[in-house]
């Protein structure tokens, strides 16, 4: 088992250029996360999914958007970068509802110039 | 509105000595208070978690304890060591969500 796998690992992108994240899990869990990591900020939720083909918002959504079109699957795009988007950013997946433990990738560390 | 306050931000400690980490939550509904620990350049990773139906669970050297009536849970770590240095943190989940919401990290530091 690979767990939760992330790529790419590091990514620096100029601003207004578009990009993807993938995230893959081979542990069937229904939901996926994705959160941002700043210093000093903790983790914070961007997007989630609670099963294949949905969505939702987390706390700071906006300049993402995210598709989850298979269950092992979770995508997150930056439509056009921005330099507030440097980040480091964790997918994570668990079982079902928020009383699970989540699992996390090892990070995709992005920084916009 | 959804929060998780994590006290203090940075906390050093003497090898051997223990070391208490406290959190609050906002929402009574909160049922499952896991906490991570993250290694400098690592992965967070799930190291003890604790329901609404119990007030204190141990695992070794770490135990975690709840008080729901001040929405309040503490992580607690016994003879520190060295490997014991990373960032740790809560999280409290939201029943009218599906997501945690996480405290903004402590950084244990153990001096030898």
């Known amino acids: 088992n690979a767990g939760v796998t992330q790529t790419p690992k590091f990514r620096v992108l100029k601003t207004g250029q578009s990009m993807t994240l993938l995230c893959a899990q081979d542990m069937n869990h229904e939901y996926m996360y994705w959160y941002r990591q700043d210093p000093g900020m903790g983790l914070r939720l961007i997007h989630y999914?609670?099963?294949?083909?949905?969505?939702a918002k987390g706390e700071v959504p906006d300049g993402y958007n995210v598709s989850r079109l298979k269950k092992q699957n979770f995508l997150l795009g930056l439509e056009s970068a921005a330099p507030s988007q440097t980040s480091v950013y964790f997918c994570a997946s668990s079982w079902g509802y928020s009383n699970q433990p989540q699992h996390f990738g090892d990070g995709t560390r992005l920084s916009i110039l | 509105g959804e929060n998780v306050e994590q006290h203090p931000s940075t906390l050093s400690v003497q090898e051997g000595d223990s070391a208490v980490i406290k959190c609050t939550y906002s929402d009574s509904a909160s049922n499952y208070f896991p906490w991570y620990k993250q290694e400098l350049g690592k992965r967070p990773q799930l190291i003890i978690d604790i329901r609404s139906n119990v007030g204190e669970k141990k695992d070794q050297r770490i135990a975690v304890t709840l008080n729901k009536t001040a929405k309040h849970f503490s992580l607690h770590i016994t003879e520190t060591q060295p490997e014991d240095s990373a960032v740790y943190f809560c999280a409290a989940s939201y029943s009218s969500a599906s997501k945690i919401i996480f405290g903004s990290g402590t950084r244990l530091s153990i001096r030898p």
């Open positions: 999914s609670v099963g294949e083909g949905t969505t």
